[in-house]
């Protein structure tokens, strides 16, 4: 539900935009994560709203992925979302992460996605799952007359569907859990015929204030599954 460009450069952004490593706080027990934005279209000038991720118990997870993007990283000073080039961190700019997104799309046969895509996605989503309106808004910093753009019905079976991938998407991870052998580092082979699938725009928490006014943490009801 977060803006691409708020979490990736510009060509022409000045020095200091983007997220680094010192605007993320893993909660100690892993269920959460919270990231400072600054520098948004959206916020006043010097303003920062704050993004809250929660824990999901598949290989979607937004904390998870957090971890790996800081671990080994030496610095703070180091942007979050960079690679590796000639053994120097270079930040991910939106140009590249759309164009990335675009080639794994059409390969797997879609068409028509953009990086705007998540949000126009991930809202009648949470729609459809109960989310009440003024939560959506608060979570896309939307008025209510701009999210009505992206009201669409999600028909029962279309729900149906997307509830079905993302529990396949938690068993797959409960057999890679089952399957690893933490000593040697590997993984057996798992049954083969296990379901693939792409599911994008979901694992956002509330954003756009601090902790202490987010009102709560959106997701699908879930058992945690310790990582």
């Known amino acids: 539900m977060v803006r691409l460009g708020d979490v990736t450069l510009n060509q022409n952004s000045n020095e200091g935009a983007g997220i680094y ?9 892993g269920a959460s994560a919270t990231i400072e934005l600054r520098r948004l279209k959206t916020a006043a000038p010097g303003e920062s709203q704050f993004l809250k991720v929660k824990q999901l118990p598949n290989i979607l997870c937004p904390v998870k992925a957090l971890g790996r993007c800081i671990k080994g990283v030496d610095s703070t000073d180091t942007h979050l979302f960079s690679v590796t080039t000639n053994n120097k961190f270079v930040p991910l700019t939106k140009y590249r992460v759309k164009k990335c997104l675009s080639e794994v799309w059409q390969s797997n046969g879609y068409s028509g996605l953009l990086g705007h895509s998540f949000r126009v996605g991930g809202a009648p989503f949470l729609n459809a799952l109960g989310v009440p309106i003024n939560q ?28 079905k991938l993302l529990g396949r998407l938690d068993l797959q991870w409960k057999l890679m859990r089952a399957y690893y052998h933490p000593h ?8 083969p015929h296990l379901s693939q699938g792409i599911v994008s725009g979901f694992g956002m928490g509330l954003e756009g204030c601090p902790e202490s006014q987010t009102p ?11 990582f």
């Open 136 to 163: 959506i808004c608060l979570v896309g910093r939307w008025s209510l007359s701009c999210y009505k753009l992206y009201s669409q019905t999600y028909l029962s079976e279309e729900l149906d569907s997307s509830l």
């Open 21 to 29: 490593i010192r605007d993320v706080l893993i909660a100690p027990d």
């Open 184 to 191: 040697s580092g590997q993984l057996e082979e798992l049954v």
């Open 216 to 226: 709560g943490i959106l997701g699908l009801p879930q058992t945690p599954v310790p």
